[in-house]
């Protein structure tokens, strides 16, 4: 049996009170963190350093009360591992050479896919070496649809146009794409675990602009396969997903995908996901991230209302989405004070 509260959660123990933690809660909102990313040149040489990215994700377990820290990373690491030119442009984001669409594996392979991120494995070492006893270390990657999106659309997109329409259009080269992500992706996570990492989080941020059919064949299925893969390496290691934006479809990726926990977007209503999903797995979210942002009496009636809602079963507290840059730290500490003393 383990100590850390956060494990426990995750494995269907329910909590007199949810353990906590946020998405993004290493970031720009801090000050401290601000002060560490300029002493890199780039973003990815930052994700890429360890000492720079274990002190980041140290950073807000000096503030606050959290019980779990998260690799301190990014998604694009992985086109980045497998080929692809990836960059960030201050004030403009990440920036990729778009895949060709007639051939999307030119240039890409596993090869050197390893040795390239090693520095991540390093990070997760490190932090697994630094933590508190009582705070889990979670892995993460992004989900293969989410990668694939910035792959083929050269960074972020308004619509998604782009890629949805290749998907419909080419399907056979898509799913290339696809089933190289779902090899790199579980073969990614398992390393992290291999270097410490306890629990891991999928992030499919874009599930929501696909439709019913294609979530199922770009969303689900790819987390079912790779969720098989990391737990035949790993059985006992926990997986979350996080398919924002699936709606109704939740239940389904619940179902079908072998989770062990989901995280929750803010548009998913509390009565809902507690009826319908909280009986089949362990519930994390969905605080949203810009209430936390405006603080106040609202934000406090939010945290309460949410802790009661999930109050019956398996939750941990956490956000519908990241934290944003502009969020004061003491909103954060204001609502993990209020979750720790909830009830």
Known sequence: MTEKKF????????????????MRQAGRYLPEYRELRRRAESFLEFCYT??????????PLRRYDFDAA????????????????????????????????????????????????????????????KLPSDVALIGFAGAPWTVATYMAEGGSSRDYADVRGWAYHDPEKFRALIDLLVEATAAYLVRQVDAGAEALQLFDSWAGV?????????SVD??????????????????????????ALYADYVRETGIDAVSLDVAVPLGWAAAHLQSQTVIQGNLDNLL????????????????????????????????????????????????????
């Open 210 to 218: 696909l439709s019913e059919a294609q979530i199922r064949r770009w």
């Open 222 to 247: 790819p987390a079912k396969r790779i969720v098989a893969a990391v737990k035949a390496a790993h059985p006992h290691v926990p997986v979350i997903g996080f398919p924002r934006g699936a709606g």
């Open 292 to 343: 936390l942002a405006a603080g106040g009496a609202a934000l406090d009636e939010e945290v309460g209302r949410i802790v009661e809602a999930f109050a019956g079963g398996p939750h941990i507290f956490n956000l519908g989405h990241g934290i944003i840059p502009a969020t004061p730290p003491e909103h954060v500490g204001r609502v993990v004070d209020l979750v720790k003393n909830a009830g």
């Open 7 to 22: 494990l426990q959660v995750l494995g269907g123990a329910r909590a007199e009170t949810p353990p906590i933690w946020m």
């Open 70 to 129: 998260i690799l301190f990373s990014d998604i694009l690491v992985v086109p980045d591992a497998l080929g692809q030119r990836v960059w960030f442009e201050a004030g403009a984001g990440p920036k990729l050479e778009p895949v060709e669409k007639s051939d999307p594996l030119a240039g890409l392979g596993m090869d050197n896919f390893h040795d390239h991120l090693a520095g991540v494995y390093e990070t997760v070492s490190q932090l697994d070496a």
């Open 50 to 59: 360890p000492a720079m990215a274990v002190e980041a994700a140290l950073q």
